[in-house]
């Protein structure tokens, strides 16, 4: 089945800077690649996706880049604010079977 | 636009108990999802329903866990008897049939003594 990988575990940065987060995934058919931010308390809440025909993506401060080859994506983060600071996980999933498989997660931290 | 909801919100439970969780999704989503969410950890399928019919419960421990939506909308899951190792956070999911975005519900922590 699928495995999807996620580094770093945490980061730390400081308000204004950049944050990039990146994930692995195993199954080469994987085709839909969500974000999620957790916060404490609370269900994951969709941040941004990408699809499998589409290398980037952009919503304001938020991007995901998508490597089909080398089978990763990226989270880029930019211009950080303290309300940022929250649990990212990445996720896949395939045609075949919609249900995603998670990485482990980020835990994100911005300093005022 | 409502939500995914779920209660309770919180359940405190001794090992061997039983316990359900009742989660009620977006409405028009025929896909629903239960994921088991361990602390520090991300979250994993439990099962996957489209309308009232089950189609992926493989990593559903059948011998405890159990999981049912009546009538294509509401669904419940079910501990019986529950372990140490079932406290966790119960989250429930919803998409629409014809797209991948699922949605959250905010979760049921589950802590089991």
């Known amino acids: 089945g699928e495995n999807v990988e996620q580094h770093p575990s945490t980061l730390s940065v400081q308000e204004g800077d950049s944050a990039v987060i990146k994930c692995t995934y195993s199954?080469?058919?994987?085709?839909?690649f969500p974000w999620y931010k957790q916060e404490l308390g609370k269900g994951p809440q969709l941040i941004i996706d990408?699809?499998?025909?589409?290398g980037e993506k952009k919503d304001q401060r938020i991007a995901v880049t998508l490597n089909k080859t080398a089978k990763h994506f990226s989270l880029h983060i930019t211009e950080t604010q303290p309300e940022d600071s929250a649990v990212y996980f990445c996720?896949?999933?395939?045609?075949?079977?919609?249900?995603?498989?998670f990485g482990s997660g980020t835990r994100l931290q911005v300093q005022p | 636009e409502a939500g995914v909801a779920q209660s309770p919100r919180y359940k405190i439970i001794e090992k061997r108990q039983s316990v359900a969780f009742w989660c009620n999704p977006i409405s028009g989503h025929a896909t629903l999802y239960w994921y088991q969410q361990i602390l520090g950890q991300g979250p994993k399928l439990l099962i996957q329903?489209?309308?009232?019919?089950?189609?992926?419960d493989s990593q559903l421990p059948k011998d405890r866990f159990s999981a049912e939506r009546l009538k294509g909308v509401d669904s419940t899951l079910k501990i019986q008897p529950a372990k140490l190792e079932d406290s966790a956070v119960y989250l429930c999911?919803?998409?629409?049939?014809?797209?991948?975005?699922?949605?959250f519900g905010p979760g049921t922590r589950l802590t089991v003594l």
């Open positions: 329903f489209q309308n009232n019919g089950v189609v992926d």
């Open positions: 996720a896949a999933s395939s045609p075949g079977r919609r249900a995603l498989t």
């Open positions: 990408i699809r499998s025909n589409v």
């Open positions: 999911a919803s998409s629409l049939d014809t797209t991948d975005t699922q949605y």
């Open positions: 199954d080469s058919a994987s085709n839909y």
